[in-house]
């Protein structure tokens, strides 16, 4: 079935720091993904819709400055948290459609991010 | 806004029994629905799609979905312990982007050896 790669699974890193990660599929083409931030006992919570071509459409409240969105190419999005400070310190998955509009949407493994 | 309620529990079941999960959501013209699994840490997994009304069964998992109620549940039988997890009830809106996942904020299942 379709897969989605995430990488890096984990970043420790100091605040100040800006950290990329990346989100391909693997076995089909996404021309959407979608990027969560989860906090520890809470739920998923979309931060910005990533539109190949084209520029990524943000979730209120989420800055866009701040939370950087390339779709470089049709199996690629990077999300980049620029001088990343501890209260960004989450799990950050990505996901994509498998196809058809109403089809489930296949995750990433996710990326613990830790600022120190 | 459109938004999908979970009773976040915790609901603990013992080993063998059935456990019942309930989901509601407010967009009356949603039309895709699925059941995510995820365990401590890990990120969510497909267990279950469902698309029109009535019930849906894959080996121990039953969904049922009442559209004229707005109402969505997934149902495990022969609960084990390896199913101790959250499980989020996601729905697709109408709307705006088709592909866009609106989750509820889960409920954790424990199930007792």
């Known amino acids: 079935g379709a897969v989605v790669s995430q990488h890096p699974s984990r970043v420790i890193c100091k605040s100040g720091t800006s950290v990329k990660i990346e989100c391909r599929s693997l076995?089909?083409?996404?021309?959407?993904m979608f990027w969560y931030r989860q906090f520890p006992k809470q739920s998923l919570m979309l931060m910005a819709t990533?539109?190949?071509?084209?520029?990524?459409?943000?979730e209120q409240g989420v800055e866009k400055d701040k939370f950087l969105i390339n779709h470089a190419s049709l199996t690629l999005s990077t999300l980049t948290v620029t001088s990343a400070h501890p209260e960004d310190s989450s799990f950050y998955i990505c996901s994509a459609p498998g196809g058809t509009t109403n089809q489930p949407q296949h995750f990433g493994d996710g990326t613990r991010l830790s600022i120190l | 806004q459109k938004e999908v309620e979970q009773n976040s529990g915790p609901l603990s079941v013992p080993e063998g029994a059935i456990a019942s999960l309930n989901c509601t959501y407010s967009?009356?013209?949603?039309?895709?629905f699925f059941w995510y699994r995820q365990y401590s840490g890990k990120s969510p997994e497909l267990i279950m799609s469902i698309y029109s009304n009535g019930d849906k069964e894959d080996g121990r998992f039953t969904a049922q979905l009442n559209k004229a109620s707005q109402y969505v549940s997934l149902l495990i039988r022969d609960s084990q312990p390896s199913d101790s997890a959250t499980y989020l009830c996601a729905v697709i809106a109408s709307g705006g982007s088709n592909y866009k996942l609106t989750f509820g904020k889960g409920t954790l299942l424990t199930v007792n050896p």
């Open positions: 076995d089909f083409q996404a021309t959407t």
């Open positions: 990533s539109n190949e071509g084209s520029k990524a459409t943000y």
């Open positions: 967009d009356r013209g949603s039309q895709s």
